[in-house]
């Protein structure tokens, strides 16, 4: 049985070294993890006032894509210790309107990114704060912190070191099998 994977990138820039590992993890992950990476860009920040009728167009489409899918990877880089807007905003986007959280139940994982050498620990551990809340059982182990990110992807945004391509299979696989463990059945 194939595993519908939501795959959020946190950065929004074109050639994001988040969307590079992302990407990445799509490629070694195990036959039974279908990576589905949903885009984050066209959200409006999240207004309940404009959520009341009928919700936005990008808000509606953005919910049902992550309602499919059976377990979250984020991807994330880390801007000013915590996580970029877009991805906070996203994570407001699916947890309402109140009550229907597209969230609720899913495992997740979170691969932090950074060309610096914390590989993004602020930005994992904020964003873990709020997908406890959100329900979110969240892989403990293997923890993904990457740090000198731009070190290990060659100019096409492809992995070029043999021990970063092992330790992200290292990371996908885990997930596989803490996804099959913690989803709802």
Known sequence: MSLRIAVIVGSLRKGAFS???????KELAPPQLELNIIETGDLPLYNPDLDEATPLAPWQRFREEVAQM???LFVTPEYNRSVPASLKNALDVGSRPYGHSVWSKKPC???????GGMGGFGA????????????MPVMQQPEAYIGHVNDALDAEGKVKQDNMRSFLKTIIDSFA???????PQ
């Open 19 to 25: 969307r590079a590992i992302a990407l990445a993890l």
């Open 70 to 72: 059976d377990a979250v």
């Open 109 to 115: 994982a979170i691969v932090s990114v950074s060309p």
């Open 124 to 135: 994992n551990h904020h964003l873990r704060q709020s997908l406890v809340f959100l329900d």
């Open 177 to 183: 099998d803490w996804t099959e463990r913690t989803r």
